[in-house]
């Protein structure tokens, strides 16, 4: 591999990479656990889901832009299908593994079944530094990887969306690839697509709105008004920034945001709409500026004392070390998998609720399943009629959560997986196992 480009081939590790202490594939099995004993679920169904029904390990060589050729590893973990097709995002960071795929494609199964779509769970990605790749490179990677998954995904079968590292664009080029292979165009083999090849109104900014829906419920539950509610957002991107922006114009107060760069803190207000989003313009959040605007790290972003802090960047940041420092009243996962179960247990002890990323970030993979019906129906949607109906939906879904929760005194998260693990073992009881 060229010396000077540090996309990351298939050869090495991800071990110092990952932030993570505990991987997405073990914090997952323990919230199954969890949530199968406050079922008492058959312990047969439990052994199913903590297996994915299958991972696809492909290599893809690629050529650079300068005639030699890399070789990359790219995942596909295909978890649950009992409800319908597998769903899920397709991750390119140096940080993807096998286990971490895994650990992710649970959860979709999980949210899908909590929001009642007709969907399971998967989740893929490459291992690969994309800002080390050009346009073209990136192309030829995508194209690659769609070509080795040509007969794992499909509309019917398995439907890939974005995620961190990947864009509509990319999706552009994995419908392109897959229909080329198949003779026919296929909109509806991807979701998050540009608007003019089958993707819908919305689907950008639906994880942050639903994020900041949840957001509103949630303090409406703790009657702590949302006008000038002090919020804090970690990661500034394509969730969190959307989730911070709609906060804001509903009257929140947005104290702190950050980037991968690092923090700044505003106790009077940040004006959120005049910062340019991560993929509008990188490195925007660090070089705002203002009088009483002060620069901190994403560690003391964390700390801060507010009323609802919203981890929406990466996974496992709220961990066993920082737990008890954590000051905010509530926290929101935007991101997904941001605590760690021991982070999860330090918090149920304090009594600091914390509303779970598969019922708070669900408005994307809600927002693709009408994205899929549109390009199923070849019938495009109105943005007010997305928005009508993700509204509709994640309300209607806070408020099964929210019984669930009273009736067994149980926290957020176990209540969402409580609704959403009791549908898919049902739905497996009904089926039952074949042959
Ligand atoms: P993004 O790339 O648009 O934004 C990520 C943000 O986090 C950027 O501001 C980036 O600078 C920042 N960041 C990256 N590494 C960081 C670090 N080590 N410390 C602090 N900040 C860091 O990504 P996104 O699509 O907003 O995804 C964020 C999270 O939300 C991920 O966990 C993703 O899986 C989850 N999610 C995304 C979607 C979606 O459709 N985009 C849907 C549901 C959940």
Known sequence: MSSDQSAVPADSTADDADTASESARA?????????????DLDRN???????????????????????SVDVFTGYRAQHDSVRGPYKGGLRYSPHVTKEECVGLSMWMTWKCALMDLPFGGAKGGIQVNPKALSDDEKERLTRRFAHELRTAIGPMQDIPAPDMGTD????????????????????????????????????????????????????????????????????????????????????????????????????????????????????????HEGSSVSHLTNDDLLELDVDVLIPAAIGNVLTETNANAVQADLIVEGANGPTTSAADAIFRERGLPVIPDILANAGGVTVSYFEWLQDINRRSWSLERVN??????????????????????????????VVALSRVAEAHSHRGLWP
């Open 388 to 417: 009508e109906e993700l509204e509709t939906e994640m309300v209607g879904t806070w408020n099964r959560v929210r019984e669930e929760v009273a009736e067994r005194d149980v926290s957020w998260r176990t209540g969402a997986y």
């Open 27 to 39: 914090t997952a099995r323990k919230q199954l656990e969890r949530a199968a004993a406050e079922l």
């Open 168 to 287: 509509a664009q990319t999706m552009a080029w994995i419908m392109d690839a897959y229909s080329m292979e198949n003779g026919e165009t296929e909109p509806g083999v991807v979701t998050g697509k540009p608007k003019v090849i089958g993707g819908s109104p919305g689907r950008s900014a639906a994880p942050g709105r639903s994020v900041a829906i949840i957001t509103r419920e949630a303090l409406r539950y703790y009657d702590t008004p949302l006008e000038g509610a002090r919020i804090a957002v970690q990661g500034y991107g394509s969730v969190g920034g959307h989730a911070a922006r709609l906060l804001d114009d509903w009257g929140a107060t947005i104290v702190a945001i950050s980037d991968v760069e690092g923090a700044i803190h505003d106790p009077t207000g940040l004006s959120v709409d005049e910062i340019p989003l991560h993929d509008e313009q990188p490195g925007a959040v660090t070089a």
């Open 45 to 67: 169904v439990v052994e199913r889901l903590r297996h994915p029904a299958k991972v696809h390990e492909v290599t893809l060589p690629v050529e650079r832009d300068d005639g």
